[in-house]
């Protein structure tokens, strides 16, 4: 990935569009912040997940990495605290990626 890239990609949610004209986190709701990998820096929409929906990880479709429409694979970290309510509540981590 290329560093201009990598600065499009900061503070934004994972699926909002790139040209959206407010791409950053909305009041009110709960997001994990991704770290490493493809998208690392962006936030993810969890407002309404339950636990068990964060603890199991996420597979996310991505355009940036290896394999052009393949997936990000982000997990939690075991036992790592999680901040309730609105706000970034937790951080899921790179594990690899799949076409």
């Known amino acids: ?6 600065q499009l ?14 791409p950053g986190p ?3 709701r709960t997001y994990a912040e991704l770290v490493g ?10 407002h309404g997940w339950r636990t068990v ?9 991505i355009e940036l990495g290896r394999w052009p429409g393949g997936r990000a694979l982000y997990d939690p970290r075991p036992g790592e ?9 937790c951080r899921l981590y790179y ?4 076409p």
Do not use: Q
Request: glycine fraction near 18%; charge should be negative.
């Open 53 to 61: 929906e964060v603890d199991d990880g996420v597979t996310l479709i």
């Open 37 to 46: 990998g493809p998208l690392d820096g962006l936030l993810l929409d969890i």
């Open 9 to 22: 990609l900061r503070g934004r949610i994972y699926g909002h569009d790139h040209d959206d004209p407010d």
């Open 95 to 98: 594990s690899g990626d799949t």
């Open 81 to 89: 605290a999680r901040k309730p309510g609105p706000g970034i509540a």
């Open 26 to 28: 909305r009041s009110g």
């Open 1 to 6: 990935m290329h560093e201009g890239d990598e």
